[in-house]
């Protein structure tokens, strides 16, 4: 059975342009590459260059133990969204994600614009940041972006996406440097009001763009999305 579907999908016609991006298709395009520019744009590569001047430490050892602190963040909220998403949904937790992101942004700014604040807010910002964008915007742009493309163009439609992906993050960290310039040096606040700016934008954009896919087939989801039968 297994030979004989792999000679089945071997055999399979390539996916038409016209089967790509017509029949409605536009929809999930946009839906897909948006959580995808959404996941990059925000910030989270920008965020996470900083995170060794935010949490501190001259010895390698304690370098090392930051980041182990940072991994424990993002595993444990990822595994509360493994267990979250079925229940309360996938577009509650995305836009709930953006909102904390954008709060954990601007709280992250302020530490640096005032110099009299400790080095308390910068860590807690950080994790902050780092908790909600695991809980969401981490896994579940992927997961809503595996179910919103009919099976006869997943496999291209995701491929496409994971390339916006990509670029996306490429700019991210391209444009780091640069933005950091806009600040004093060592106080890169401006760059996290742009990262803040760009999650509560991002949030708005899933709030009324995405829909929920908790509970439906995939059937009512082309339903839902107007696509069409080749």
Known sequence: FLT????ENSAAAPVSMKTLFGGGMHKP???GIGLMMAQQLSGINGVMFYAGSILGGTSV????WN???IGIVQ?????LACLLVDRFGRRPLLVIASGGMFVACLLLAISFLDTNIGNWLSIFSLCLYTAFFS?????????V????FPLRVRGPGMSIGTMVNWLSAYVVVQAAPSLAKLSPAGRPYTEFFIFGGLALFFAIFMFFVIPETRGRSLEEIEENLGISAP
């Open 4 to 7: 004989a579907g792999l000679k």
């Open 29 to 31: 395009f946009i839906i």
């Open 61 to 64: 050892t304690t370098k090392i």
């Open 67 to 69: 980041s182990v602190y």
């Open 75 to 79: 595993v444990a909220f990822t595994a």
């Open 135 to 143: 809980i969401g915007m981490g896994p579940i742009p992927w997961l």
């Open 145 to 148: 972006m595996s179910e919103i």
